[in-house]
């Protein structure tokens, strides 16, 4: 079968994007969103296409998103394919997560914590009910929350840290050697840690969420218990070659996740507590609760359980968790394959030809 | 530098307003590309890439040869410009050191804290006050 070029549709195509430049503006008699509206007022969203685009820059994130129709993972294709226009600088130095300044921080393990239980800006504890006062588009009152006399204790001790201070969990070890670098290297397994969790801060929310669901349903005997979630402001720090010292060149935000979960011991080691960890950039929570679930469900080799779950091999969860990727080829379906399908027409008919001349054959004998 | 570098561009824009005629040479002009952010598994552990950042940098030199370096967050080229001008002029001899700091950074400095400190008592105000609850009426 060659295969056969088939031209056409240019104008097709044309008049197609401009029908969605139309639609992406609607009705020209509602004034147009500003990216500034989008970064303020759609932040959790701003913050996902920022965490799963993999670039910490909200106006890109806003525009990608202004540009998606609102759709998150076009918005994030649209921030991935940005970033390859662009030169690396440098690398920063890890952040230091203890040092945030933190604006919410709460431990599902220990009610009595160092600085204490800060809820922050939270949807937990809300009902959820439509609130048809926003729908009113005039403010109702000052939308200005209220503020305590003294400030928090700008830096609060990691909660996990309390119990490290006791040997009841593992340690997290500096590890060596060069950092594995998906934007530049392709994945190898087995995955080192770096690996991992580079791969599980761009992965796809839902499809974490559903995976880490997964753990908890059978499918991995997680027993986790959220040790502490933190979000807030950390600075980021380059040591360009021209200075020859570290300057904070940013502040960013991150939440930070870390699981405590079940305990391991052995000949040498007595029981310990083991640990996931999750970051993401911005606001993302369920993001990180379930980066850590699936941090944890794919050390099992490591801390030496079996692998007999979907969320334990990495083989399965790595390659599947990019939204990118996956968006590219279950979309592709929807390209034309007309010469494809038509050889796929031709043999079925062939066969179905065979077939009914084996049966003619056979109520002949 | 840091300060300088972390301070909002519209901010930046109106404290270095006077600052239109200094004469200097770009070394390198403003650019925009990334940095990738590294984090560390449960916050002390292996360190990871967790992903980029876009940051503007820039480099120029005094017509005296003073060199200052710009490093902001974002793609603002102008927001960069200004931060390397700056830095320029507060390393030069002689030059307007104890005035810059005075018109510039220390504003800069205020904004920050101000922030921070504004975010820091509307989080103390969300801190929980556990009380105990007393049960029933206690039998004498």
Known sequence: ?365 | MGILSRSEADQLASLTKGLTDVPFVWLRKPEIGLVMVRGRAGGTGAIFNLGEMTVTRCALQLEDGTIGHGYVQGRNKQHAGRAALVDALLQQQGGHHDGLLAMVIAPLKTREVERTGAQGRKAAATKVDFFTMVRGGDPE
Not at chain 1, 84 to 106: E, N
Not at chain 1, 133 to 156: F, I, Q, R, W
């Open chain 1, 1 to 365: 079968m060659s295969y056969v070029a088939v031209k056409g549709g240019e104008r097709a195509i044309l008049n197609s994007q401009k029908l969605v430049a139309e639609n992406r503006r609607g009705n020209p008699k509602v004034s147009e969103l500003s990216l500034d509206q989008i970064s303020e007022q759609f932040g959790l969203a701003v913050d996902r296409v920022m965490v799963e685009g993999s670039i910490y820059d909200r106006l890109l994130g806003a525009l990608a998103l202004k540009q998606a129709q609102g759709d998150a993972l076009e918005a994030i294709f649209l921030l991935r394919a940005f970033r390859t226009t662009l030169p690396r600088f440098g690398v920063s130095a890890p952040i230091d997560t203890g040092a945030m300044r933190v604006r919410r921080r709460i431990s599902a393990t220990f009610k009595d914590i160092p600085g204490g239980q800060v809820l922050g800006p939270t949807y937990d504890y809300v009902h959820r009910l439509l609130d048809f006062s926003l729908a009113a588009e005039v403010s109702v009152g000052s939308a200005e929350a209220n503020a305590a006399e003294e400030a928090l204790d700008p830096t609060m001790p990691r909660v996990i840290d309390i119990l490290g201070q006791e040997g009841l969990i593992e340690e997290e070890r500096e590890g060596g050697g060069e950092v594995f670098d998906l934007t530049r290297e392709p994945m190898t397994f087995p995955a080192g840690r770096d690996q991992r969790l580079q791969n599980l801060a761009r992965a796809d929310e839902g499809f974490l969420l559903g995976l880490a669901y997964s753990t908890t349903r059978g499918y991995g005997g997680a027993h986790p218990f959220v040790g502490e979630i933190r979000l807030g402001e950390v600075l980021v720090e380059i040591e360009p070659e021209e200075l020859g010292f570290p300057i904070a060149i940013a502040e960013i935000t991150v939440t930070e996740c870390q699981t405590i979960n079940q305990f391991r011991g052995s000949a040498e080691k007595p029981p310990q507590f083991t640990r996931g960890y999750g970051l993401t950039f911005g606001h993302c929570e369920r993001k990180a609760i379930s980066m850590a679930l699936i941090d944890r469900a794919l050390r099992a080799p490591e801390l030496g359980e079996d692998v007999r779950h979907p969320a334990q091999n990495e083989q399965f969860v790595l390659p599947h968790t990019d939204n990118v990727e996956a968006n590219g080829l279950i979309s592709h379906f929807k390209l034309p394959h007309y010469v494809d399908f038509q050889a796929e027409l031709q043999l079925l008919r062939r066969l179905r030809e065979e077939h009914e001349a084996a049966k003619d054959a056979g109520a002949t004998q």
